[in-house]
């Protein structure tokens, strides 16, 4: 078959193409070569299929993915993406704030990025820029090593650095979003690379655009955060100072600041490793004065904290420990099956082996009807549902 080279090699979505007519003036496009290497790799790298989803996610329910792949880099991503573009799409990190209701019939992927870059200071900071893969606690402890100051209030919180601004996370005083510098993300239906800054990312408390207007739309490649070359304590919050006191800390350092964190943790949240969970299945809901002041009157021991704006957070793990299934029943330590609300904080629901992720989300659904009916205020999930 005779081709006549007809017009120029022009870029089409990922590929260049080369349009060639043959005898019959029928267009043909020949394959430029960089589509052949991109179709054998994509060959090479087909997800796994059937894959049981328990092991990838810190509650341990039962949930099979229809597809499964990692990722260790954009190009990997580009390409998995274009592989499953027909199929929903769930991006995982430590599976440390996700409950899995039901099967995943889509494509799971799971960002496994790594590298921690040095990438500039100044005379106050230095910004260090972790792959989305990067196991957050271990990458505290790398700053912590090396005197980076900001990060050791936000110890032991499980999961990756790659997730750590999709709810803005946060302990003991600290929110992510103070040492957050910026991010880069893969827009999944455009195809390219966008940097968000701190006023791009919407933070609020356990909240941020990723959470609510470009739910889905991204994938978090990595993070830069802003630490300092000299640090700023915050032992104001919670335990924080009596817990030093108790370990006899006479000079305050990041680092004993970050062993009291991990300490009073260790004391009040189950280990997912031992029993499964997500950390608060339930955000702190803020109240206006008014009705403050109004459930104050009605129950003298309401935990509340005054915000900024003259609005109050009351905390959901006090009201829940007041609810419960029947009276004089507390949803604290209250286990049905294996789903329960653990028995130190209230906050949390469990696993205690083999509940499925639907009995832990009714159980769920009955705390939060139990405490609008006692309190009037409607609980906010934290967890992501799937
Ligand atoms: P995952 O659970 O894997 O994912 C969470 C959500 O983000 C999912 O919707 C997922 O699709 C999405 N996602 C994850 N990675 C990416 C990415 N790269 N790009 C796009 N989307 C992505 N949180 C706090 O804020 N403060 C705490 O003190 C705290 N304590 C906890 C204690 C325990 C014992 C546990 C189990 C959890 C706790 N958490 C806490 C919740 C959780 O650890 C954090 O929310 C953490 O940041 C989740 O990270 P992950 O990598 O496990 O996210
Ligand atoms: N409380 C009870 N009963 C309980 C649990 C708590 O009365 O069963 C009371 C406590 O006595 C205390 C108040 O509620 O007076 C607050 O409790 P705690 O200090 O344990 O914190 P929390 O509000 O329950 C929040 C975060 C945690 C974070 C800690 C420390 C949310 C939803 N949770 O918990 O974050 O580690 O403060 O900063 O904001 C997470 O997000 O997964 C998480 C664990």
């Given at each position: 078959m005779k081709l006549v080279h007809y017009g120029r090699t022009a870029k089409m979505g990922l590929f260049s193409t080369t349009p060639f007519k043959n005898e019959n003036q029928a267009f043909i496009f020949s394959p430029a070569p960089e589509f052949v290497i991109f179709m054998i790799k994509l060959q090479l790298m087909k997800p796994e299929e059937n894959i049981a989803l328990a092991p990838f996610t810190s509650f341990g329910v039962e949930s099979t993915a229809r597809y499964y792949s990692t990722f260790r880099d954009e190009a990997e991503l580009e390409e998995l993406l274009f592989w499953g573009a027909r199929y929903p799409l769930l991006i995982l990190g430590g599976g440390s704030n996700l409950l899995l209701?039901?099967?995943?019939d889509g494509l799971v992927l799971k960002n496994e990025i790594r590298g921690i870059t040095e990438l500039h200071e100044d005379n106050d900071y230095v910004y260090i820029r972790a792959g989305a893969g990067e196991n957050w606690h271990q990458f505290v402890l790398y700053c912590l090593s090396r005197n980076w100051a900001g990060l050791e209030n936000l110890s032991?919180?499980?999961?990756?650095a790659g997730a750590s601004p999709m709810q803005n996370i946060g302990a003991y005083g600290v929110e992510l979003e103070e040492l957050f510098w910026d991010l880069e993300a893969w827009h999944i239906r455009e195809q390219k690379k966008v940097t968000f800054t701190k006023s791009d990312c919407g933070f609020g408390y356990r909240d941020s655009v990723f959470k609510g207007k470009f739910k889905g739309q991204f994938v978090i490649l990595n993070v830069t955060y802003r630490l300092r070359k000299k640090p700023r304590y915050?032992?104001?919050?919670?335990?924080i100072e009596k817990e030093l006191e108790k370990m006899g800390v006479k000079e305050l350092s990041i680092k004993a600041i970050s062993d009291a964190v991990i300490s009073i943790r260790s004391s009040k949240l189950p280990d997912p490793r031992v029993i499964g969970n997500a950390g608060s299945f339930f955000k702190n809901p803020s109240v206006s004065a008014e009705k403050h002041a109004l459930l104050q009157k009605q129950f003298p021991d309401l935990v509340a904290y005054p915000n900024v704006d003259g609005t109050f957070k009351l905390a959901a793990g006090w009201m829940i420990e007041q609810s419960?299934?029947?009276?004089?029943?507390?949803?604290?330590?209250y286990r049905k099956g294996d789903a329960g609300c653990h028995e130190r904080q209230a906050l949390v629901l469990v696993n205690y082996?083999?509940?499925l992720g639907s009995e832990i989300f009714q159980l769920s659904e009955d705390i939060l009807q139990s405490v609008h009916q006692k309190f009037g205020v409607e609980l906010e999930r934290e967890v992501n549902i799937i």
């Open positions: 209701t039901r099967d995943v032991l919180i499980p999961g990756n915050t032992t104001s919050y919670g335990a419960g299934p029947a009276p004089g029943i507390s949803w604290k330590g082996g083999r509940a």
